[in-house]
């Protein structure tokens, strides 16, 4: 890595970081008043919690020599750097506290926050490194047979969404969600700008996510790439937007960031890889199946605040798998094949095993905070502190 690489990993790590910043806006906005700081408390948290997990345990199983190909063997706790190491280390801790933080806005306003804190810690200590170590470790099982994710539309963004998935499925609704015939109603978040400024910080950020996971300036085309991640997003708002319009349904805002959030997950897989008319193609599908797939999950009566499945999981899927449909040479059926693999590979791990730690953590611990916390507010239960004390009723503890 040379130096004016290491400089801009460098400045492509603070704009990870800024991601979370994002998150952060666009979560406790979709959320409501009475919710706001413990949405913004499990953002602060994963990466306070997931940094010092990952520099310990995680880098190592992702990183560390894979003599099986299965996981790292070394590397865990290190003390010393080269440059080059350091900034590799502190880039990766970014990548590994947006996957924790992605199941943080499915699960909101119905999760204890000491149980959510354990499983943000096994996912960016176990769950993330190891998948990612079958994939971006060069000696990985799944590298070696030539799976190919740039920047983590499957490495990061599916491994988060799945472990949303799983988390949503155990946690159950919030209050009023669905009627017992099968309505869905409606509970609106308490701030649509929030929504909207964290999307702009979370489009921002991802020119840090997808621009510094280039190998080196010869290897990659740096303005292809930050090309080709800005028409994905621009492209899946559009997506979203005219998946709305087509089904006659209200055009609206939050869905329409979210398509954007889920173009900016299907481009990351393929974004020095595509060209720019395909990245436009494959983040305008990402809009759609972002707005697909929150229906689906409603009617399944999954209630995932934010559709974080939808725009990580779904969204996740189709880039990793858009990178051989739309290859720039000739199309390969192999090539095709190790892809889809790798997009059922990490569901399959994934998913069980967030699901298996949900289930033990409810056993231990118990993860649904009970009817009446939920009605007043993690906010006041769990943290003792309100987002808008101006605003919002006094809380009687005794009430």
Same mark, same amino acid.
């Given at each position: 890595m040379t130096e004016l690489q290491i400089v801009w990993v460098g400045?492509?790590?603070? *704009?990870?970081?800024?991601?979370?910043?994002?998150?952060?806006? *666009?979560?406790?906005?979709?959320?409501?008043?009475?919710?706001?700081?413990?949405?913004?408390?499990?953002?602060?948290?994963?990466?306070? *919690?997931?940094?010092?997990?990952?520099?310990?345990? =995680?880098?190592?199983?992702?990183?560390?020599?894979?003599?099986? =190909?299965?996981?790292?063997?070394?590397?865990?706790f290190p003390q010393q750097f080269s440059a080059a190491e350091a900034i590799k280390m502190a880039y990766q801790i970014m990548f590994a506290a947006t996957a924790a933080t992605i199941v943080s806005g499915a699960v909101a306003e119905r999760m204890h926050f000491g149980a959510y804190l354990v499983f943000s810690g096994l996912v960016t200590g176990i769950v993330y490194p190891v998948y990612g170590s079958w994939t971006w470790n060069a000696n990985g099982w799944l590298a070696k047979m030539g799976f190919v994710d740039f920047a983590g539309s499957t490495v990061v963004h599916s491994v988060g969404g799945w472990c949303a998935l799983a988390a949503i499925m155990v946690l159950g609704p919030r209050l009023g969600r669905y009627s017992r015939q099968g309505e869905v109603r409606d509970i609106p978040g308490h701030s649509l700008p929030f929504v909207g400024l964290g999307g702009f910080i979370l489009w921002l950020g991802w020119f840090g996510f997808n621009g510094g996971s280039i190998n080196s300036f010869a290897e990659h085309n740096l303005g292809v790439v930050l090309l080709n991640t800005h028409l994905g997003g621009c492209a899946g708002g559009l997506g979203a937007l005219a998946f709305m319009a087509a089904r006659k349904e209200p055009v609206l805002m939050s869905a329409t960031v979210n398509g954007s959030v889920a173009g900016l997950v299907s481009i990351t897989a393929g974004a020095a890889y595509l060209s720019p008319l395909a990245a436009i193609l494959v983040g305008f599908v990402g809009g759609i199946l972002y707005v697909f797939g929150v229906r689906l999950l409603d009617k399944q009566r999954l209630d995932d605040v934010v559709g974080a499945v939808s725009a990580h999981g779904f969204g996740g899927v189709w880039g990793t798998l858009a990178v051989a449909l739309f290859p720039q040479g000739p199309f390969s059926f192999s090539a095709l094949w190790v892809q889809v693999l790798g997009v059922v590979v990490a569901f399959l791990w994934a998913f069980p095993v967030a699901f298996g730690l949900f289930k033990v953590l409810d056993k231990v611990l118990g993860v649904k905070a009970s009817s009446l916390h939920e009605q007043r507010g993690l906010d006041y239960t769990e943290h003792y502190e309100v987002a808008y004390p101006e605003f919002q009723k006094r809380l009687d503890a005794d009430a």
């Open positions: 400045v492509c790590t603070t *704009l990870v970081f800024f991601m979370q910043a994002g998150f952060a806006f *666009l979560e406790a906005g979709a959320a409501r008043a009475k919710n706001s700081v413990n949405v913004l408390m499990k953002n602060y948290m994963d990466m306070c *919690l997931g940094g010092i997990i990952f520099w310990g345990l =995680g880098y190592g199983l992702m990183f560390g020599s894979n003599v099986t =190909g299965w996981i790292g063997s070394n590397q865990f």
